[in-house]
């Protein structure tokens, strides 16, 4: 099941709690992984941008985002992603508290790739990153990136 | 009673007509030349109608009916027949002239146009007169009702004319004076003055053409009656010349025979029919000349002998005495000397004269009685019909007289009498003559025939011309006269219209509420109303014929100084003819206000701008509280949003670390329960529980404010029965087992949004189970009930009831009546219920349910707007 290489996930989440529970499940999930963590909007977008210090970083394989981020919200993020040619065929999950029909429809319209409501009991990050795993990095099939292609 | 009052005068006005058409007959008693009560007939059918013919029959028959009793002297039962007839006559005649006539209202009874007239006078004078004329003397003539002398042709005609003479002139003035109201006072009196002044004329001729007929007709009737009373008296004359000449015929031969006496007779009398015997007498004593007492044959002389009645003087000899008697005739003779006569009165019309001379030996007669008894030759006696002596003098018709023979008697009595005349005879002279020493008076008494002979043409064309000369010139007057009236009718309606409208006009403008302001083409004030002036603080005439701009309109809307050129006001210089809008105007103490106006030009007919006419309205306060109004809006709208957008982002942020919190402690609970002791993992579980209905709150909370800010979700129609059914699958275990004791009644299809609806009855039926005293089985229904205009929805269940006093209050948010821990939830299911149900535009409440439980009820409209009328529509608060 492992992949050959670790696969890269970038975590959009201001929220340290949710970055821990996130982290743990990953760490007990079967997958080598590669977990890296933007604090806000404007982060994200300069890690995906490869601007200064990311300049020799190759880009994610995933993408979990939060949607309400600091300075730039993770509504803006997922719409300058999806309309960034060389950003676009990156799989884009929400993982966010919000389970507003409106929010379920705009990010889907925005061309998100899945929309994950964050769990309330012990268990739940489990389960879905358990799910993650096993459609996105052993079913699905994902684009390959060279690092610093734009 | 109105057709009983208007019956009697039709009544009233046929018989007095009538009765003066009577009087114009000429003759009296004969056909009237002018049959005043056609007109009064025909205006009365045309004025009122059919209800005018009781009157017309009723009338007719009285006028009538004495005429065929005592003129005509028909008897009772051929008169009321005879009057019958009329009558009929005259119902049919008015039924005929309305239906020909066909006036569509009373206006075209007024007379004012020639087809009017024309209508009236043909159809209705002319025309229904010759039907009702040719009616009444075929009734008349040929039922026999009428005078002999009448025959069927003379009858209808003079009827006729008379009936339409009379319809001509009459019936227009009769329809003018009452038919209409629209005819003025003034066309009245002078037509029907003309109207007067033309009868009274003719009237007048007609008196005098009367009179003179009349007085012509008396004086030939007495010629006649003169010439032949003489050739009466000669007729006598000659009776006693031929008895006498019996005298001279026996005095040539003593020994006369019977034979020779016979062919004398004969001779003598041959052509005096009127003789019936002749006698010639001797006295006793030269019996030898007895034989010549002498009849004349009876046969011949058509006298039956024996029954004839001899008088002789003043006594009456029966047959029986004729011969007896004579010895005393004789005497009688002697006595007076002189020629006897005596009236021998026979049956029936016919009646006898005895003439009787004595003959004496000398020439003379002799003076004493002595001498004229010794002297007495012989009498000769003749008896004549004395019918045929007159009738044989007459040299007229003998229809010309009825006529009677009275014997008079000394003082002028009367003895006897011979013939009839009528009772009140229209005309009759007297004559005496003295027969044989009585004296004889004749009354000649002018038959109707010689009356009708006699009549006068001459005043019958008089009224007859002289009513058509009068209905040509009604006809004139009556036109000339309505075009005078319909011009000053109309000069009339138009001066009211006028008066009317200028009052009305200055009445808006008095009391109007609204400014009104006039401005010649100079843009000066002509016209300024109470409300203008006082809204300006100008009076009228200070406003008047100065610059209404410059007064009232310095300024624009913003308050800035504007020309003349751009004035509203002054629509000289505008494109439009027609302004209307919202600007600033100052009073005349310097402040301002805002008015809605609207300006428009008067123009002339050849299309040159006379001014125009401002109507204004102060607006200000208006104009104040509205923007007063938005700001309050403003305020509000902007308050409740922020107050939405805190709880929505209250709740949402409150479930952040609430989760966390759960999160870390499901963590340690999972992580570190073999680290823990007994106490350790009762405070995890609490802290557990704690946060998991915390988060019930939150989400519950969330829910209640979505349902603000999703107010346009649409509706479709939602079948309720179904709804329900996929409901109950939804639901917890609890209500799963229970599911055999829900029992979903009929429930309607109804127009709402189907996934609210849903968690509406999600919630009752959820309660419904849940409220329940433990250890009994939930008995839960659903039923529904048309209302008409809307469905009402109840869910009864069998739980522990609401008291009353909580029964607004569980609807409240949070509100809850049990601690969690005997019924678990949010407080929140019966807020949100309400919520959609009134989302809905219905009502949720709740009841009692007997012997134990509640019934919760909420209503549904069967029409409503298709999208759900949320309260206000909140910000778009997506929960992030």
Known sequence: MKTPRSAKILLVEDNSGDEFLVRDAFERGRVRHDLEVARDGEAALERLRCIGEHAEKPLPDLILLDLNLPKIDGRDVLKTVKGDNSLANIPVLILTTSSSQLDIKNCYALHANAYLTKPFDALGYEEIVDAVESFWFATAVLPSHSPGSH | ?880
Not at chain 2, 101 to 113: G, I, Q
Not at chain 2, 290 to 306: T, Y
Not at chain 2, 749 to 765: C, D, P
Not at chain 2, 857 to 880: A, C, E, M, V, Y
């Open chain 2, 1 to 880: 009673m109105r057709d009983l009052k208007a019956n009697s005068i039709i009544l009233i006005a046929y018989l007095i007509s009538g009765a003066a058409s009577f009087l114009l007959a000429i003759p009296p008693g004969f056909l009237a030349p002018v049959w005043l009560p056609g007109a009064i007939g025909l205006a009365a059918v045309l004025i009122i109608g059919y209800r005018a013919l009781p009157a017309i029959a009723l009338g007719m028959f009285i006028l009538t009916l004495p005429y065929g009793l005592y003129a005509l002297d028909a008897g009772l039962i051929r008169s009321l027949a005879g009057s019958l007839g009329l009558a009929a006559a005259a119902v049919l005649q008015a039924v005929i002239a309305k239906r020909l006539v066909h006036p569509d209202n009373r206006s075209d009874l007024a007379m004012e146009t020639g087809l009017q007239l024309f209508r009236l006078i043909g159809y209705g004078a002319i025309l229904a007169s010759l039907c009702g004329a040719a009616l009444a003397s075929a009734w008349l003539v040929f039922g026999g009702f009428a005078p002999p002398q009448l025959d069927f042709t003379t009858a209808m005609l003079r009827n006729w004319a008379g009936n339409a003479v009379a319809g001509a002139a009459l019936t227009p003035i009769i329809l003018l004076l009452f038919a209409s109201k629209r005819v003025s006072r003034t066309r009245k009196r002078i037509v029907a003055l003309a109207f007067a002044l033309l009868c009274s004329i003719g009237i007048g001729l007609f008196c005098l053409a009367r009179v003179n007929a009349i007085e012509r007709r008396d004086e030939l009737f007495n010629a006649q009656v003169t010439e032949d009373h003489i050739a009466v008296q000669e007729r006598l004359n000659g009776a006693r010349r031929r008895l006498e000449s019996l005298e001279g015929f026996f005095a040539a031969s003593q020994d006369v025979t019977n034979d020779e006496f016979l062919t004398f007779v004969d001779i003598a009398f041959g052509q005096f029919d009127s003789v019936s015997s002749v006698h010639w007498l001797v006295p006793e004593e030269s019996g030898s000349r007895s034989n010549h007492v002498v009849l004349a044959p009876a046969d011949a002389l058509q006298l039956e002998p024996g029954r004839a009645i001899m008088v002789a003087a003043e006594r009456n000899l029966v047959s029986d005495y004729y011969f007896a008697g004579l010895p005393r005739l004789v005497d009688d003779l002697l006595a007076s000397g002189l020629l006897a006569a005596s009236a021998l009165h026979g049956e029936g019309d016919q009646a006898w004269l005895a003439l009787a001379i004595p003959a004496f030996s000398g020439r003379r007669v002799p003076e004493s009685l002595a001498e004229r008894r010794e002297d007495l030759q012989g009498v000769a006696i003749g008896i004549f019909r004395i019918d045929v002596i007159l009738t044989r003098a007459f040299q007229h018709e003998r229809s010309v007289y009825n006529y009677r023979v009275s014997g008079l008697g000394s003082g002028g009595s009367t003895i006897w009498t011979f013939g009839t005349v009528p009772d009140e005879p229209g005309l009759m002279t007297s004559r005496e003559l003295p027969v044989g020493g009585q004296l004889w008076r004749i009354d000649y008494v002018a038959t109707d025939r010689f009356l009708a002979a006699q009549q006068d043409w001459v005043s019958w064309a008089v009224i007859v011309v002289g009513l058509c000369f009068v209905s040509v010139l009604n006809a004139l007057a009556l036109l000339s006269t309505a075009r005078t009236d319909l011009v000053q009718r109309l000069v009339d309606e138009k001066t009211a219209e006028t008066l009317t409208l200028s009052r009305n006009l200055s009445l808006i403008l008095e009391h109007a509420a609204d400014a009104i302001i006039g401005l010649d083409a100079e843009g000066h004030g002509v016209l300024v109303n109470p409300a203008a002036a006082k809204l300006l603080g100008y009076e009228p005439e200070e406003m008047t014929r100065r610059d209404v701009h410059d007064l009232i309109h310095p300024v624009d809307m913003e308050g800035r100084p504007h020309g003349r050129d751009t004035c509203p006001l002054v629509l000289r210089s505008q494109a439009s003819d027609q302004y209307s809008g919202i600007d600033r105007f100052r009073r005349r103490d310097g402040s301002d206000f805002f008015a809605e106006f609207s300006t428009e030009v008067i123009r002339d007919s050849d299309g040159r701008s006379l001014g125009d006419v401002t109507i204004m309205r102060d607006i200000t306060e208006r104009l104040e509280v509205e923007a007063d109004k938005e700001r309050f809006i403003e305020r509000l709208t902007r308050a409740n949003e922020e107050l939405e957008r805190f709880a929505f982002v209250a709740s949402h942020d409150l479930q952040e670390p609430l989760r966390l919190i759960s999160n870390f402690t499901g963590l340690l609970a999972s992580r570190y329960n073999d680290k823990l002791d007994e106490t350790g993992r009762t405070y995890i579980h609490h802290t557990l529980n704690a946060t998991s209905r915390m988060q019930t709150l939150i989400t519950d909370l969330l829910a209640y404010g979505r349902l603000n800010s999703d107010a346009d979700i649409m509706k479709s129609d939602v079948d309720l029965a179904q709804l329900a059914s996929s409901t109950l699958d939804t639901l917890g275990p609890s209500v799963q087992a229970a599911r055999d004791h829900i029992r979903i009644g009929a429930l309607p299809v109804v127009r709402g949004n189907s996934a609210r609806l849903g968690q509406l009855l999600q919630n009752l039926i959820g309660n419904a189970v849940k409220f329940q005293p433990a250890g009994q089985e939930p008995e839960v229904a659903l039923e529904a009930r048309d209302l008409g205009n809307s469905w009402e929805i109840a869910v009864i269940d069998n739980g522990i009831g609401i008291r009353r006093e909580y029964r607004e209050q569980i609807f409240m948010p949070f509100k809850r009546l049990h601690s969690p821990d005997s019924y678990p939830g949010s407080g929140m299911g019966l807020a949100i219920c309400r919520k959609i149900v009134e989302s809905h535009g219905g009502v949720l409440t709740v009841s009692d349910h007997q012997p134990g439980g509640s019934i919760f009820r909420f209503t549904l409209p069967k029409s409503g707007p298709d999208s759900l009328s949320g309260t206000d529509s909140g910000p778009d608060n997506p929960i992030q």
